[in-house]
């Protein structure tokens, strides 16, 4: 770490020296990684750092490397440097203070709370209900602190997988059926009368959870406008298994539901007589996603392609 930026991390914290202590994660695509800084001399212990760099080369692990892609990632880091800067600190769903973003030539320093010292500290790969009912309750808290909201200078229409910015993944897409719907289907979507902001990469991985049962977000890339229920669709197809993605649906929504209109102080029923009806369009529309970027992935199964040819059909 060159000296400018640790000049601004120890401005920002109020720390006399610190100690890079371990690399947490490399940055998708090569794209810089995510760093645990230790701070001597402050009130604050430590800090994570998400450090952005420009990759030399431009390679992907599924090889969807193209100008695309590359330009698409580049504004993904601007969209969540503003988002932490302007919006952040609006939301009632707990996620990580920022304590101040720096650049320097193509490099980015965004200086975060360290949730592990904040009792975040446990990562799930599965999940029990309880577990997945507080990832609902932080998606309705976090939708209910930016119903209304107009999307500035982060994504107009939030999420990674919208069509707009997936031209390649439609083209190699081979169920026509679906390829011939995805206009609609993303229509549909952007078309709801009531809109948020949504994470927009709300999958088990970006949350943190606490030996209390409560829940962290992290990872705001690819936040923006439109209908919160795709949150909830994505989520769910992250963490469930085909089976009990469908035999809990009802309970799934009706939980997420509950703690949005307590987040909003009142019962929304337009709303949610909207994004009920949505919840399967959404699915489809990370399904059709899915099906052009990795055909053979785990999260393609019999459920989604019900869902998808129902959505279709009612089109």
Not at 192 to 197: H, I, L, R, S
Not at 203 to 217: H, M, T
Not at 279 to 302: M, Q
Request: with cysteine; net charge positive; hydrophobic share 35%.
């Amino acid at each position: 770490m060159n000296n400018h930026f640790k000049s601004i991390i120890l401005q920002k914290t109020g720390a006399t020296s610190l100690q890079e202590k371990e690399i947490i994660q490399s940055l998708w695509s090569g794209y810089g990684n995510i760093k645990r800084i230790t701070l001597h001399g402050g009130d604050i212990k430590s800090v994570v750092i998400k450090n952005v760099q420009l990759p030399k080369q431009n390679t992907h692990p599924k090889g969807w490397s193209s100008e695309i892609g590359h330009l698409r990632k580049l504004k993904s880091y601007q969209v969540e440097t503003f988002w932490y800067q302007n919006y952040s600190s609006k939301s009632l769903a707990r996620l990580p203070k920022c304590y101040g973003v720096t650049q320097k030539d193509d490099e980015v320093f965004i200086i975060l709370e360290d949730l592990n010292a904040a009792s975040f500290s446990l990562r799930k790969q599965n999940v029990n209900w309880q577990e997945v009912e507080a990832c609902l309750e932080w998606l309705a808290k976090f939708h209910a602190s930016y119903l209304g909201e107009v999307p500035k200078n982060i994504w107009d229409i939030g999420t990674y997988w919208h069509l707009k910015t997936r031209p390649q993944e439609l083209q190699a897409l081979e169920d026509n059926s679906l390829k011939n719907a995805a206009s609609k289907i993303d229509k549909k979507l952007n078309n709801c009368t009531y809109k948020t902001f949504v994470h927009g990469d709300a999958k088990l991985a970006n949350f943190c959870f606490s030996e209390y049962g409560k829940v962290a977000g992290v990872d705001f890339q690819y936040v923006g406008g439109g209908c919160g229920i795709k949150d909830v669709a994505y989520f769910i197809g992250s963490c469930l298994p085909e089976k009990e993605c469908e035999r809990l649906e009802n309970k799934i929504l009706d939980t997420y539901f509950t703690y949005l209109h307590n987040a909003l102080g009142n019962k929304n029923e337009a709303l949610e007589k909207e994004w009920r009806a949505l919840y399967h369009v959404a699915w489809a529309d990370f399904h059709r996603f899915l099906k052009g970027w990795s055909p053979g992935h785990w999260k393609i199964n019999s459920y989604s392609e019900r869902i998808t040819q129902q959505v279709i059909k009612n089109l």
